[in-house]
């Protein structure tokens, strides 16, 4: 069945850059937006950023200027660049995509999650 694959998580520092992937495989006939959440401890999850099948993009206020999302669709890949990072950075980080299957309607589909933890 369909996957999202994740990498690219780990240790920074406060300052510091990260770039994370989400590569989606399976029986794929469509992808729409792609986007990133993110959670901590007691939080509702948090959409971050989400990029269009058309490349049009949105970010929440505390990274604009920070983190940039872009995608390949000839790679069904998703990638998120976070400069500057701040400890309040720190989360479980989560690849979403809209995806179709063949004969189905477009339907969500998640990553497993990758820790982000930015030291100070």
């Known amino acids: 069945q369909v996957r999202l694959v994740e990498s690219g998580g780990g240790l920074v520092q406060a300052g510091g850059s990260l770039s994370l992937s989400c590569a989606a495989s399976?029986?794929?006939?469509?992808?729409?937006?792609m986007s990133w959440y993110r959670q901590t401890p007691g939080k509702q999850r948090e959409l971050v950023a989400t990029?269009?099948?058309?490349?049009?993009?949105n970010y929440v206020d505390s990274v604009k200027g920070r983190f940039s999302i872009s995608r390949d669709n000839a790679k069904n890949t998703v990638y998120l660049q976070m400069n500057s990072l701040k400890p309040e950075d720190t989360a479980v980080y989560y690849c979403?995509?809209?995806?179709?299957?063949?004969?189905?309607?477009?339907?969500?589909?998640w990553g497993q999650g990758t820790q982000v933890t930015v030291s100070s």
């Open positions: 990029i269009t099948n058309i490349g049009a993009t």
């Open positions: 399976g029986s794929i006939t469509g992808i729409g937006s």
């Open positions: 979403y995509a809209n995806i179709r299957q063949p004969r189905r309607s477009y339907e969500d589909y």
